[in-house]
Structure formats: structure tokens, C-alpha cells
């Protein structure tokens, strides 16, 4: 609340008495420490040295050595859930982010936008004399809402940050990122082969914020959301990185995961009686209509695979692991200046995992991970092709479903799955060497994500606040476990934490764990009142192994009525587990709405993902207006996606050409004879979709290209995406290619020289092109 005035007012300055309270900014109390949250993405419980696992992590561990690690910590199994109850203190689905926003809709539980009255941690601590940065991976606003056009009421500097370097989705290329600096985007400042990387572009960013704070106000405290894109997909590493770890999974994943699960136990990760989980827990489970258990989401045993699949797949986990270990090296930079700044040891450090292990790379792993969002699984075959550059600009690259099984070990499931350990049991650390004690402990306590800011407020002295901003708060849904941290014998207040996730549930109370048995999203099976439930008695069978479902019918049934009482208090219905195309296809208030014609400029910035068209293997045209006035012109005319999907028009040793290059594995041509005639014309391409592949849902169509109004190239049967381009990299531009190259016969950007372009224009509406090359004819004749 505004503080009262509280000076003296007369008529002449003099006579006056001034009061700089309820004006001057708020300062926070001497030695307040400062708060880093530091956010990886898809880390199981069983991939760090220090929980276990077989990845080397030195910063991880000297964070550790420096604080706790909490053995029983648990997220929502998703990214931007997990995200929005670590940053409120409530439940994800309080705060309307029942999913990640890409699939969010209009529910009160799944609208993706978090409400103003369950404010961010940043919200808070601004108000008490803060300085608040957002570096990394923020997924926390809507689709429809990252645009450049659209509000900004959710993009990070409209919820409490002071300043923003990273990017807005939930996932983007390491080598070429989509970046945003505060609201607007920018380009990464290098490219990769002259060493650029995400992770490293991060640590320097988030130095740079601190410093240029420090140099101005050494006691003004500050709290950093630091969280790289490792070890979501793309995984991408430099290829020394990934070569430390030759031969390290050669084992395959049922044998790391027996070793891990001997060097959890001796660390007291797990309890010393815990058993594996089996590796295929529900491959005889049926969907209600007859269903199997889906193929996208069943590991394969590495006792079946020939010794070409084993040496792809343990490249993969190489791979993976050399991307986490060298984001650790760079945040061990950042923990270096800070140690040396003498700031190291009065900063709060939370570290976590935002969901389990993913299985999103399927039965073979995956060199393109945009195929998952496509309904495609790869196969062994196409990525063998690109064994050697795993983890370069080449690739999209994801490891198979038995790494995300391993790296959870001793837990069932993966990512996805809020129904069972593997896809909420996840690593967490907490550390502050002048307020915590405990150096290189252990807790065992029952922990959820929401718990985690309300235990910051409490080790800081603050009281929840009632008011932010002027908007009265609701109550915080997370408990704090503060007391525990300092003291190991203390037992955690928290009794109940509710779980729903794409269709899967489940329930924790008292040590007592109940779920429902049900294929994740985009599985697709509905009928949620048939599912099966399961009962656990998780204080004692961690890994889920032992259902007591038959045994002990009444707390089954007493957690089952939990569950829809918290479900009822949380905002936790409707259920959803829609397949990938009835998400895609659900309607959302973009801001385009249902218009099926688009104009471009070259000197437009990038148009991203939720802003441009939807083509979805629909008919579409491409009109560019350009003038030609050089023979040498070159360029790129018109680009839509990136290098592991998209399509675009440009002009080349003097013809016109256009690629739609399907899934990063297919560049699909079409290309004039004649060069290009000087003049203004409108240079076009044309796609018309004329059925499917057979036995596949993968569009087929005819390109053909025009200058002006006569076909200079054509060509049948080109496949074409169904879904999305992808969650990273899929914008439009006209007049160069920024990021990665759609197409792998020019360098990026390929900026169109030799000429003007005046317009680009796009239309979806099926008509034929000549109706919209008219019309476009028309335009340009005024010009």
C-alpha cells in the first residue's frame, strides 16, 4: 500500500517540511541476500554426478557441497507449469497453466496467463528494493500473446523483471536462438563457427546484469531467474564436449541404470531397499476403445538392438551429456564472479529440474526433434545419416525414451507424466552459506515446486504480501519447509500435493501416493472415468513398484475422493489429453484471427510462431513484389521456418527457386530455366495440396512457380508439415533468412541484393494463385 505523506505542507517551500517516503524507491534491509533461481529443463533425478548419475556437473556439485540436496522434490512434470508455481508459490493450475502454453486453452485452470493476484517472486522482492533479471528460457507467455504486436502484460518485463535476455518458448536452437532483449528481439551476437553457443551467451548476460548493477549500488541486492535451454531438445554441444564422454553409455540404459541406482542409494538419494522400476511398466495396458500403450512412449530393450542402433543411441546420451556438461561450465562462471565479487556466500541458490527426464525423441531417438510435434517417430535409418554431426547446427537432436527411463532412474515414466515419479521426481539443490548450515546434506522431506517460493519468503523474513501492485493476493498453495533446511530432524508441515498433467493424475498424501494408469497427451484416449487407479505406498516404495490398490481398497478410494477435492479447490478440471492435431486445431484468440491473407516487409523484424500463418499442409501462395535491377541479383525472397522444417523462395545464380524442406531430411526443388528478367514483377510460388502419402497423414501437394503470371518450374508429390514448423525457429522474414538456413544451398542470412522488394504477400483461403496474382497485380500497378 502507498505510504502516507507524512511532511508539512504551507504555502511557501520554506515554511514546508518534505517527506521522501512515499515517493523514493523501495530499499531492502542491510545484507539482504541475493536470490538465484537457476531452472534446467528435462533433467531427471539420475543424470547429475551428484545425485547419482554418470554426468560430470562441478558447478552442480559445488552448489551442493554448499547447501542440501533435496531427494524428494517434485514438479508438475511439464516445463511451463513447473514454472509458474516455482515463480506464484501456487499450484500451476491456480494460476491457469495447467499445460505449456503452446497447448494452453480457455479454462480457468489452462489459459496461460498467470493473474495478477498470485504475483511472481520479481513482483515482490521489486517492491522491496530488488533488482530483478530474466535470463534464459521464460515459456510463461501466451502463443497468441509473443508477438510483436500483441501485449506485453505477460512477457517478462511486465511481470517484475527489470531486464530480459532469452527467449520467449518453450524451446530454441542453441545455435541459433530466438532471442529477445527486454521486449524486442535481436540477433545472437556471433554465429556458431565462430564459437557461438546459447549456454555461454547466457553466463555473459547474466554477469553483465549484475555488474552494471554493482558498479552503481554494491549493497542494492538482486534476484537472477537464470535458465538455459539444457538438456531440453535440441541437445547441442560443440563435438570436443560430447567426445568426453566416448564410451561412457555403451552399457546401454537397463545396466546405467542399475549403477546409478547403487550410487543413489550410497548417496541417500533413495532409500537402501528401493527396487528398478520395470523399463516397460504398462506395455499390456489398453486405451479405452482397445488402444495399445503408444509406441512413441515404449523403450526399446538394448538387448534387441543391432550393434548400429546401440552405437547411435549411446552417441545420443554422449551427446546429452556433453550439453548439460559444458551449461555447467559456464554457470560455474557465473558462481566463479560471484565467489570473487564477494557475493557467493549471501546468495540464496535454488536450483531445479523442471520436470523428468523426456521421452519426446521416442523408440529411436531423433535428429529432428519438431517430428514429436508432427505425429512422426523416427526411425534408425534416417538419423544414422547423421551420426557424425550429432549436436551441430545439422541437427534437432533428442536421445531415445530408454536414456529418459535411465536418467530417471529408479522411477517409472518420463516427462508428461504427473502420474508417476518419473515425470515429477526430480533434482533439486538450496543452498545460502550465511543462512544455511547444512553443507552437502541431504533432505528427505516430500517437496513440491510451489513450496519452493514460499520457503525464499520465509529464509528472507518476508511475509506473503496481501497487496501487490495495488491488487489484494490469494493465498499462497505451497508450504514452507525453511525449518527443514536447517535442521534435518525437522519434519515438513506439508500433508497433500495434488498432480494433473495432460491427462494423467495423482496424489501424495501422508506417504501415501494414488494415480491413475492413462496414456499421456497426445495419446488422445479420454474416457477419464474408466481409468484405473493405482496405490502406493511411496515413504516405502519410492520407485512405484508394489501396487496396494487390492489390498487397501479403502485408502484408495479415500485418496481418490482427495484427489477431486483438491482438484475442485485447485482449479483442476477439465482433464485433457488431446491428441497433437485436436490441439493444433483448437481455436485460440490469435491476433491474425481468421484472416487467410498476410502482408510482409523486408524491413520488418522476424515474425514468429503463434503470429504468422497456420499452413498445416494446406493449399497456399506466396506473392513477392519485387524490382530486379541487376543481372548479379541474389537472395533470399521470402523464408518461412528454419533448417529442420520450413519452406522458402529466393533467387540464385540468377533463377528462382523455392524449397520446402520437409522434417530437415528432404529439400524438395522446384526451380526456373530462365534467369530472372529485369523490371518489377511478382515472383511466386504456389503450393496445392492434392491428397495424403498413402497409409500416412502426411500432406502431398504440387509447387509450381511463377514470375509474374506465367509457371516457370513445377513439381508434384511435395510433402508438407502437418502440424508446425516447430516451436523454435519457425518465423517468417522477407528479403534475407536470419538464424539457421532453410535451405543448405546458401549461407545464412542471404540477404536479397541486386534489387527492391517491395511487399510479400501470403494467402491460405485456397483460392488459385491467379485470382491472388491478380489482385496483387492490380496493388502494384498503383504503386
Known amino acids: 500500500?502507498?505510504?502516507?505523506?507524512?511532511?508539512?505542507?504551507?504555502?511557501?517551500?520554506?515554511?514546508?517540511?518534505?517527506?521522501?517516503?512515499?515517493?523514493?524507491?523501495?530499499?531492502?534491509?542491510?545484507?539482504?541476500?541475493?536470490?538465484?533461481?537457476?531452472?534446467?529443463?528435462?533433467?531427471?533425478?539420475?543424470?547429475w554426478d551428484c545425485f547419482g548419475g554418470l554426468v560430470e556437473m562441478p558447478a552442480m556439485s559445488r552448489i551442493?557441497?554448499?547447501?542440501?540436496?533435496?531427494?524428494?522434490?517434485?514438479?508438475?512434470?511439464?516445463?511451463?507449469?513447473?514454472?509458474?508455481a516455482l515463480l506464484t508459490g501456487r499450484n500451476a493450475t491456480t494460476v491457469g497453466m495447467a499445460t505449456i502454453e503452446e497447448f494452453t486453452d480457455g479454462f480457468p485452470n489452462s489459459n496461460g496467463r498467470i493473474p495478477y493476484d498470485t504475483a511472481l517472486l520479481p513482483e515482490v522482492l521489486a517492491e522491496r528494493?530488488?533488482?530483478?533479471?530474466?535470463?534464459?528460457?521464460?515459456?510463461?507467455?501466451?502463443?497468441?500473446?509473443?508477438?510483436?504486436?500483441?501485449?506485453?502484460?505477460?512477457?517478462?518485463?511486465?511481470?517484475?523483471?527489470?531486464?530480459f535476455y532469452g527467449f520467449l518458448g518453450g524451446e530454441t536452437d542453441q545455435w541459433y536462438p530466438d532471442l529477445v532483449y527486454d521486449n524486442h528481439?535481436?540477433?545472437?551476437?556471433?554465429?556458431?563457427?565462430?564459437?557461438?553457443?546459447?549456454?555461454?551467451?547466457?553466463?555473459?548476460?547474466?554477469?553483465?546484469?549484475?555488474?552494471?548493477?554493482?558498479?552503481?549500488?554494491?549493497?542494492?541486492?538482486?534476484?537472477?531467474?537464470?535458465?538455459?535451454?539444457?538438456?531440453?531438445?535440441?541437445?547441442?554441444?560443440?563435438?570436443?564436449?560430447?567426445?568426453?564422454?566416448?564410451?561412457?553409455?555403451?552399457?546401454?540404459?537397463?545396466?546405467?541404470?542399475?549403477?546409478?541406482?547403487?550410487?543413489?542409494?550410497?548417496?541417500?538419494?533413495?532409500?537402501?531397499?528401493?527396487?528398478?522400476?520395470?523399463?516397460?511398466?504398462?506395455?499390456?495396458?489398453?486405451?479405452?476403445?482397445?488402444?495399445?500403450?503408444?509406441?512413441?512412449?515404449?523403450?526399446?530393450?538394448?538387448?534387441?538392438?543391432?550393434?548400429?542402433?546401440?552405437?547411435?543411441?549411446?552417441?545420443?546420451?554422449?551427446?546429452?551429456?556433453?550439453?548439460?556438461?559444458?551449461?555447467d561450465a559456464q554457470i560455474g562462471r557465473i558462481l566463479d564472479y560471484l565467489d570473487e565479487s564477494g557475493q557467493l556466500d549471501n546468495t540464496v541458490?535454488?536450483?531445479?529440474?523442471?520436470?523428468?527426464?523426456?521421452?519426446?525423441?521416442?523408440?529411436?531417438?531423433?535428429?529432428?526433434?519438431?517430428?514429436?510435434?508432427?505425429?512422426?517417430?523416427d526411425t534408425v535409418e534416417d538419423s544414422m545419416r547423421y551420426f557424425d554431426v550429432l549436436g551441430s547446427p545439422q541437427t534437432f537432436n533428442h536421445y531415445p525414451i530408454g536414456w529418459a527411463m535411465a536418467f530417471n532412474t529408479p522411477y517409472k515414466l518420463f516427462k508428461r507424466y504427473a502420474s508417476h515419479e518419473g515425470g515429477i521426481a526430480d533434482s533439486a539443490i538450496i543452498a545460502w552459506p550465511n543462512g544455511i548450515g547444512a553443507h552437502g546434506e541431504v533432505r528427505d522431506n516430500y517437496v513440491n515446486v510451489c513450496d519452493i517460493t514460499p520457503t525464499v519468503y520465509d529464509l528472507l523474513g518476508i511475509t506473503p504480501p496481501d497487496e501487490v501492485r495495488g491488487i489484494a493476493q490469494k493465498p499462497l498453495d505451497g508450504v514452507s519447509f525453511a525449518a527443514t533446511l536447517k535442521d534435518g530432524k525437522v519434519k515438513s508441515a506439508k500433508e497433500t500435493q495434488y498432480y494433473a498433467m495432460l491427462g494423467t493424475r495423482g496424489i501424495w498424501h501422508d506417504g501415501w501416493f494414488a494415480n491413475t494408469v492413462h496414456a499421456a497427451s497426445?495419446?488422445?484416449?479420454?474416457?477419464?472415468?474408466?481409468?484405473?487407479?493405482?496405490?502406493?505406498?511411496?515413504?516405502s516404495d519410492r520407485s512405484q513398484c508394489h501396487d496396494l490398490a487390492a489390498e487397501h481398497p479403502q485408502k484408495l478410494e479415500e485418496l481418490k475422493a482427495l484427489w477431486f477435492a483438491e482438484a475442485a479447490?485447485?482449479?483442476?478440471?477439465?482433464?485433457?489429453?488431446?491428441?497433437?492435431?485436436?490441439?493444433l486445431g483448437r481455436w485460440r484468440p490469435y491476433l491474425s484471427g481468421e484472416r487467410t491473407g498476410y502482408t510482409y516487409y523486408p524491413e520488418n523484424a522476424e515474425v514468429g510462431s503463434g503470429a504468422t500463418p497456420e499452413i498445416r499442409g494446406r493449399s497456399f501462395s506466396v506473392f513477392v513484389e519485387v524490382d530486379v535491377d541487376s543481372v548479379g541479383a541474389e537472395g533470399v525472397l521470402y523464408k518461412h521456418g528454419a533448417g529442420h522444417g520450413g519452406h522458402v523462395l529466393f533467387v540464385q545464380d540468377g533463377r528462382l527457386h523455392h524449397v520446402y524442406n520437409f522434417m530437415g531430411e528432404d529439400e524438395q526443388w522446384v526451380s526456373s530455366e530462365d534467369v530472372v528478367?529485369?523490371?518489377?514483377?511478382?515472383?511466386?510460388?504456389?503450393?496445392?495440396?492434392?491428397?495424403?502419402?498413402?497409409?500416412?497423414?502426411?500432406?502431398?501437394?504440387?509447387?509450381?512457380?511463377?514470375?509474374?503470371?506465367?509457371?516457370?518450374?513445377?513439381?508434384?508429390?511435395?510433402?508438407?508439415?502437418?502440424?508446425?514448423?516447430?516451436?523454435?525457429?519457425?518465423?517468417?522474414?522477407?528479403?534475407?533468412?536470419?538464424?539457421?538456413?532453410?535451405?543448405?544451398?546458401?549461407?545464412?542470412?542471404?540477404?536479397?541484393?541486386?534489387?527492391?522488394?517491395?511487399?510479400?504477400?501470403?494467402?491460405?483461403?485456397?483460392?488459385?494463385?491467379?485470382?491472388?496474382?491478380?489482385?496483387?497485380?492490380?496493388?502494384?500497378?498503383?504503386?
Open 1 to 47: 500500500m502507498t505510504a502516507e505523506f507524512n511532511g508539512k505542507i504551507a504555502l511557501d517551500i520554506r515554511d514546508s517540511e518534505p517527506d521522501w517516503g512515499p515517493y523514493a524507491a523501495p530499499v531492502a534491509p542491510a545484507d539482504a541476500p541475493n536470490v538465484l533461481y537457476l531452472v534446467w529443463d528435462d533433467i531427471g533425478i539420475a543424470t
Open 64 to 84: 551442493a557441497e554448499k547447501g542440501v540436496r533435496l531427494s524428494q522434490f517434485h514438479t508438475t512434470a511439464l516445463c511451463s507449469p513447473t514454472r509458474a
Open 129 to 163: 528494493g530488488y533488482n530483478t533479471y530474466c535470463i534464459g528460457k521464460w515459456h510463461l507467455t501466451p502463443l497468441e500473446e509473443s508477438s510483436l504486436a500483441a501485449t506485453k502484460r505477460h512477457w517478462p518485463l511486465g511481470r517484475g523483471f527489470e531486464r
Open 185 to 327: 528481439p535481436v540477433a545472437p551476437p556471433a554465429a556458431p563457427e565462430d564459437g557461438y553457443h546459447l549456454s555461454k551467451d547466457l553466463a555473459d548476460r547474466t554477469i553483465e546484469f549484475i555488474k552494471d548493477s554493482k558498479v552503481i549500488a554494491p549493497d542494492k541486492p538482486w534476484f537472477t531467474y537464470l535458465c538455459p535451454g539444457a538438456g531440453h531438445a535440441p541437445h547441442h554441444v560443440f563435438k570436443d564436449w560430447a567426445d568426453r564422454y566416448a564410451g561412457t553409455f555403451d552399457m546401454g540404459y537397463e545396466r546405467y541404470r542399475e549403477i546409478v541406482l547403487e550410487n543413489q542409494k550410497r548417496l541417500g538419494i533413495v532409500p537402501a531397499d528401493t527396487e528398478l522400476s520395470q523399463i516397460n511398466p504398462y506395455l499390456d495396458v489398453k486405451g479405452p476403445g482397445g488402444e495399445p500403450w503408444p509406441v512413441q512412449d515404449t523403450v526399446r530393450p538394448w538387448d534387441t538392438l543391432d550393434d548400429e542402433e546401440k552405437k547411435l543411441f549411446a552417441r545420443m546420451a554422449e551427446v546429452f551429456a556433453g550439453f548439460l556438461t559444458y551449461t
Open 349 to 377: 541458490i535454488v536450483v531445479i529440474s523442471d520436470n523428468g527426464a523426456s521421452g519426446e525423441g521416442g523408440p529411436n531417438g531423433s535428429v529432428n526433434e519438431s517430428k514429436f510435434f508432427n505425429g512422426y517417430i
Open 522 to 539: 497426445p495419446a488422445g484416449w479420454s474416457h477419464f472415468d474408466t481409468d484405473r487407479w493405482e496405490l502406493f505406498h511411496i515413504e
Open 569 to 583: 479447490r485447485y482449479n483442476g478440471l477439465p482433464l485433457a489429453d488431446l491428441n497433437i492435431f485436436e490441439t
Open 677 to 783: 528478367p529485369l523490371g518489377r514483377h511478382i515472383l511466386g510460388v504456389r503450393y496445392e495440396r492434392t491428397g495424403n502419402v498413402e497409409n500416412s497423414h502426411t500432406p502431398l501437394g504440387a509447387v509450381s512457380l511463377y514470375v509474374d503470371a506465367a509457371v516457370v518450374g513445377a513439381r508434384s508429390g511435395v510433402r508438407a508439415h502437418p502440424g508446425s514448423f516447430g516451436l523454435a525457429g519457425a518465423g517468417i522474414k522477407v528479403g534475407s533468412n536470419p538464424g539457421q538456413a532453410v535451405c543448405s544451398a546458401y549461407r545464412a542470412p542471404f540477404p536479397f541484393i541486386g534489387g527492391t522488394i517491395a511487399k510479400a504477400v501470403v494467402d491460405i483461403s485456397g483460392a488459385p494463385y491467379r485470382d491472388g496474382e491478380r489482385e496483387l497485380a492490380r496493388a502494384f500497378a498503383k504503386d
